[in-house]
Nanobody, 121 residues
């Protein structure tokens, strides 16, 4: 019954900003590390960022570090990804995913359906 639902995707111009959200249900959200990954058209999955259950420890992929911020609101069972200085190369389907533990681990347990971000003029 664990579910993750991404939202906030859409069309944005290069250089713009976008905030993605992921709503969790069917589990105790505050007990688990969470992750954002993406898949660009014709490419494989790319890990972007993760955050520990308590929200105090985060890490980012070098390719996007400085342009994205992962955060969570455990009171609202929500994971967020704030993106700035967006580039056409950021066009992708963005997924949130649940880790099986409170800290980041080697695999992801559950994924959402994804939300499409298109960066274009």
């Amino acid at each position: 019954q664990v579910q993750l639902v991404e939202s906030g995707g859409g069309l944005v111009q290069p250089g713009g900003s976008l905030r993605l959200s992921c709503a969790g249900s069917g589990f105790t959200f505050s007990n688990y590390s969470m992750t954002w990954v993406r898949q660009a058209p014709g490419k494989g999955l790319e890990w972007l960022a993760d955050i520990h259950a308590n929200g105090l420890v985060t890490r980012y992929a070098d390719s996007v570090k400085g342009r994205i911020t992962i955060s969570r609101d455990n009171a609202k069972n929500t994971l967020n990804l704030q993106m700035t200085s967006l580039k056409p190369e950021d066009t992708a389907v963005y997924y949130c995913a649940k880790d099986p533990e409170a800290v980041r681990g080697p695999y992801l347990e559950v994924w959402g359906q994804g939300t499409l971000v298109t960066v274009s003029s």
